[in-house]
């Protein structure tokens, strides 16, 4: 009998796979059979990662990968055919928010930055790993995105912004690949514990505004979104592409 949501045989590349979200789908997708690539523009953390799935009993590797930086991407999926053959699951979490403001006041370099991390790189990332999964007949993308990419949130319109393009991005290469067995997906949390939601989670008043608008007041931990995104990946998902999982404790209900 076959055992559902098995990855067995399969590997993944998890960009953004040091901390947070990224590690911990690292992990859930160890544990379901899966070897696991993780990335990140730090290798040494990555490695940490890679050494506690195996630790775990899982099969995994690090990489360097700066998603901002395009040259790493090409070079990081030659590795991974070289090494393994195949690419089935791509995993895109990195990005950032270097701006958290008021819009009038963010600067240039603060926009190309979150722009540059947060779409070009997804976009580059995402044409370097499609040729390798087209090579066999199959693959899954899941994008990170946000529910900023749907409800803009205060302080940061920009960050917003680069979400919904990734939400956008993710529905066109789904369009585009869907009948080549790729499929493309996105992951929307909402308010989740990582490094990136700091700035939020130190803001006054957040545990009242949790408390009003969240019909379950508390922030996500990582390891909350592991389940939709072993969801999209598996062969479960056979026919779910396009799509943005919202995950948000009904923050957007």
Same mark, same amino acid.
């Given at each position: ?10 590997? =993944? ?11 911990? !789908?690292?992990?859930?997708? #160890?544990?379901?059979? #899966? ?16 050494? #506690? ?5 899982? +099969?995994?590797?690090? =990489? ?52 540059? !991390? @947060? ?8 044409? =370097? ?13 899941? @994008?990170? #995105? ?10 940061? /319109? ?9 939400? @956008? ?9 869907? @009948? ?31 408390? +009003? ?12 979104? !592991?389940?939709? /995104? ?15 999982? !919202? ?7």
């Amino acid at each position: 009998m076959t055992k559902r949501f098995d990855l067995s045989g399969r590997v =993944a590349l998890v960009a953004g796979a040091s901390r947070g979200i990224g590690e911990a !789908v690292a992990h859930g997708l #160890a544990q379901h059979g #899966a070897t696991v690539i993780c990335s990140s523009r730090k290798q040494a953390d990555c490695e940490k990662v890679a050494e #506690a799935i195996c630790a775990d009993g899982g +099969e995994a590797i690090s =990489a360097e990968l700066h998603l901002g930086e395009l040259s790493h991407h090409g070079r990081t999926v030659e590795m991974i055919e070289e090494k393994y053959g195949r690419l089935d699951i791509l995993i895109i979490n990195g990005a950032t928010n270097p701006y958290f403001g008021p819009a009038h006041k963010a600067d240039e370099g603060a926009y190309d930055k979150t722009f540059e !991390v @947060n779409v070009k790189g997804p976009y580059f990332l995402s044409s =370097a790993a499609i040729p390798l999964m087209l090579k066999n007949g199959k693959g899954a993308i899941v @994008n990170v #995105a946000s529910i900023d990419g749907i409800q803009p949130g205060k302080g940061r /319109v920009i960050y917003g912004m680069t979400k919904a393009a990734l939400i @956008n991005m993710t529905k066109g290469l789904a369009k585009e690949y869907g @009948n080549h067995g790729i499929r493309v997906n996105a992951l929307l949390p909402g308010f989740t514990d990582t490094k990136l939601a700091s700035a939020l989670k130190e803001q006054p008043g957040m545990q009242k505004y949790m408390d +009003e608008q969240l019909a379950i007041s508390r922030m996500a931990q990582p390891e909350e979104m !592991v389940g939709s /995104v072993l969801y999209m990946v598996s062969d479960e998902a056979s026919y779910f592409t396009g799509q943005g999982m !919202v995950v948000d404790a009904g923050a957007i209900i």
